[in-house]
């Protein structure tokens, strides 16, 4: 939630810019939960989307802090609560939506703990 209102930036992981896999990947980078070797394999949304189907991908809405996904993994975010996620976007840079949003819940795959 801190990174909420930075801009977006093709590619960017923070601080000052990133996208919506860069979001994902600085959050949990700063909280100490992805190492080297899973900054390198969760780089893009659609490694994180196959990394995501590998370990059974939910369609669930999800539990804080899980990874959600849309498209073909052309959008990721972070579940936070009551149906919102955390995400980085094109037009609003890091901004929280709802999972039920038409835009979103058309689109919308599933989510997936990052851990275990």
């Known amino acids: 939630m801190?990174?909420?209102g930075s801009l977006?930036?093709?590619?960017?992981s923070?601080?000052?810019a990133v996208d919506c896999s860069g979001l994902v990947l600085y959050a949990f980078r700063r909280a100490g939960e992805l190492d080297a070797v899973g900054r390198g394999r969760l780089r893009s949304g659609s490694a994180m989307l196959r990394w995501a189907r590998a370990r059974g991908l939910t369609g669930a809405t999800g539990?804080?802090?899980?990874?959600v996904v849309w498209g073909s993994?052309?959008?990721?975010?972070?579940?936070?609560w009551d149906d919102t996620f955390l995400h980085a976007s094109?037009?609003?840079g890091v901004t929280v939506s709802d999972?039920?949003?038409s835009y979103y819940s058309r689109r919308y795959l599933g989510a997936r703990r990052l851990l275990n």
């Not at 539990?63 to 990874?67: F, M, S, T």
């Open 2 to 4: 801190a990174e909420r």
């Open 8 to 12: 977006w930036a093709y590619g960017a």
């Open 14 to 16: 923070g601080p000052s």
């Open 63 to 67: 539990h804080r802090g899980d990874i």
């Open 73 to 80: 993994g052309s959008h990721v975010g972070i579940y936070l």
């Open 90 to 92: 094109r037009s609003d």
């Open 99 to 101: 999972i039920h949003d």
